[in-house]
């Protein structure tokens, strides 16, 4: 079974410092990895898909790395601003299954 | 519709009432799916439909929990007896294509369901 696991729980750091949410699994015959971004009682909104044949993904500020073989991607938001602030999970999708398990997730707060 | 609808957004019920939540997918998407979210956790899968056939029902607690999907696009999660224990927020994601192939997935706003 495709066990996920965030660190740090939870993250705070002033405006304009880069962040960083790590993201680990433990089978690494994966298919795809998503981040997603909930903001406190709302739904998922997807953020990065990265294929498992994929090295990294970037949209605007954020950037997400794969390193299928260790078992781990990082999300990195660059310049961080207050209305990052929210709650991100990372989710993996094995090659066997088509459900997506999903970490625990970090919430960051972002202090103006 | 644009986006994944989810109704109720909030139900608020009697321990040992019947509740029924609604899901209306993203037009043209094959693939649906339930998770529920307990406060301070990831979302847990439920149940997986491709097209109007439940592929996989794995993540149902027990069966007090049903979900259909008789039209392959509209889905209802159905709970009867309900517990205290079933209270979270239940959430509806979509995807253009199912199988092995599934892509990224779209989520609700999620039902929260509370059980007094």
Do not use: M
């Not at chain 2, 049903?66 to 995807?95: H, M, N, W």
């Amino acid at each position: 079974k495709q066990e996920v696991t965030q660190i740090p729980a939870a993250l705070s750091v002033p405006e304009g410092e880069n962040l960083v949410l790590n993201c680990s699994f433990t089978d690494s015959a994966i298919y795809n990895l998503q981040w997603f971004r909930q903001d406190p009682g709302k739904g998922l909104t997807s953020l990065l898909l990265i294929q498992s044949s994929q090295r990294e993904q970037t949209s605007g500020r954020l950037n997400a790395s794969l390193d299928k073989s260790s078992g781990r991607s990082t999300l990195y938001i660059a310049a961080s601003q207050p209305g990052d602030s929210a709650t991100y999970l990372c989710a993996v999708r094995t090659i066997t299954d088509y459900k997506l398990s999903f970490g625990a997730g970090t919430t960051v707060t972002v202090r103006a | 519709g644009a986006g994944v609808s989810q109704t109720p957004s909030n139900k608020v019920t009697e321990k040992g009432k019947y509740v029924e939540l609604r899901c209306d997918p993203i037009s043209g998407h094959t693939a649906l799916y339930w998770y529920r979210q307990s406060l301070g956790q990831g979302p847990e899968f439920l149940i997986y439909f491709q097209g109007t056939g439940a592929a996989d029902d794995s993540g149902l607690p027990n069966d007090r929990f049903f979900a259909v999907r008789p039209e392959g696009s509209v889905s209802t999660l159905k709970i009867q007896r309900t517990e205290r224990g079933d209270s979270a927020v239940y959430l509806c994601a979509s995807s253009p294509t199912g199988g092995l192939n599934t892509g990224e997935l779209f989520f609700g706003e999620g039902s929260r369901l509370t059980v007094l």
